[in-house]
């Protein structure tokens, strides 16, 4: 696959690398010419230097024929604006886009701007997970297919503990598929009998964590 | 009479809102920098706030600054700062979650601008006035065949 990569930051190129490695053919873009000197001796012509939000810039990198794009600039709006061109002129069938700061999130969702992948949010999931007492933990979430893994700490005498899993009562559309009990986890079989402490990952459709979470943790 | 907002009090910014107040509209402007309150007053005899003009400090993607500044109240948007993507970017927000009526960008890159455009999205393009009246003052020298 061929892959565009704007922005040669820390994460821009270091996905370069990775995405070589991995045997895809590459350009990675970057707007700062001391930025774009440094990569150049290590990476050739793999660079280009240019400001990718300039239609010309992409054009030469190629983006015509681009199967994915990755906007991973540290500015917000460049980053929309280049997942926006790419999707809907260049037709680029695939895009993410990093966002800076989290307070621009809706902005991102209301121009139909995803994945956009944001490494504070991804710190502070990582940080719900570590501190249990928030009780609830969004794992994945993929808007595009439908699908939701969360993470339930199940508290005493929720109706879910020392009933079988066959036995919860859990809506059509969301399933246990792992337990997490005394430091390890394990894929829990129909009769596996759900315990206080426990810590269970749902995979469900959106919108039914509010039928999900009562059958685990009590209010 | 209507209410303008106006985000970006640089050089365009700062005369198109003065003008829009003399023409008797209310305006609001947005600028993340205090200082660019200056170039509202300049050669004034009244005070901007004095005159009836709002001044926001704030940043131009921030949606409290947007409210702040009256972006639900406004009639016309008018994206001016320095940044193309940050105008183009405002404007939408301005169109698709405030439902602002009428918005306009100021896009430099010509042809972003022209893109936009054909999305949807009233811009101006200062670039493209000044190569059109370059042609035409050049046309002068002829063809050079």
Redesign the interface.
């Known amino acids: 696959m061929y892959a565009i990569v704007v922005g040669g930051g820390k994460v821009g190129l270091n996905l370069t690398r990775e995405l070589l490695d991995k045997g895809h053919e590459v350009t990675l873009i970057e707007s700062r010419r001391d930025r774009y000197l440094k990569m150049e001796e290590e990476l050739g012509h793999v660079v280009q230097y240019g400001d990718a939000t300039e239609l010309w810039v992409l054009e030469r990198a190629g983006i015509q024929r681009a199967g994915l794009v990755v906007a991973v600039t540290g500015d917000d709006e460049d980053n929309i604006l280049i997942c926006q061109v790419a999707r809907d002129k260049y037709l680029v069938e695939s895009f993410i886009a990093r966002v800076n700061n989290p307070r621009n999130r809706p902005y991102f969702d209301l121009l139909g701007i995803r994945p956009a992948v944001s490494a504070t949010d991804l710190i502070l999931r990582l940080i719900e997970h570590e501190v249990p007492e928030y009780g609830l933990v969004h794992l994945l979430d993929l808007p595009g297919e439908s699908l939701e893994v969360i993470e339930i700490q199940v508290t005493e005498g929720a109706p879910a503990v020392g009933q079988k899993v066959s036995e919860i009562d859990l809506p059509e559309g969301s399933l246990v598929i792992s337990v997490l009990r005394g430091g390890g986890g394990f894929v829990p079989k129909a009769d596996t009998v759900i315990e206080s402490g426990d810590e269970v990952l749902v995979c469900l459709d959106p919108g039914l964590e509010d039928q999900v979470t009562p059958q685990f943790a009590t209010a | 009479m209507a209410f303008i907002l106006i985000v970006g009090c640089g050089r365009t910014g700062s005369a198109v809102a003065r003008r829009m107040l003399a023409a008797g509209h209310e305006v609001s402007v947005l600028d993340d920098d205090p200082l660019s309150h200056d170039r509202l007053d300049s050669d004034q005899e009244t005070s901007w706030e004095d005159a009836g003009g709002r001044f926001t400090i704030g940043k131009a ?3 409290d600054a947007l409210v702040e500044a009256g972006i639900e109240q406004a009639d016309v948007f008018v994206a001016s700062t320095n ?4 105008n ?2 405002i404007s ?2 301005a169109q ?2 405030f439902e602002v009526p009428r918005v306009i960008a100021r896009v430099m ?1 010509p ?2 601008a022209e ?1 936009y455009e054909s ?1 949807g999205l009233e811009t101006v393009c200062p670039t493209r006035y000044a190569i059109d009246v370059f042609e035409q003052e050049l046309s002068s020298l002829g063809s050079g065949s």
């Open positions: 993607i921030e949606r940044g193309d993507n940050t183009l970017t939408q927000i698709k979650m890159d042809a972003r893109w999305q």
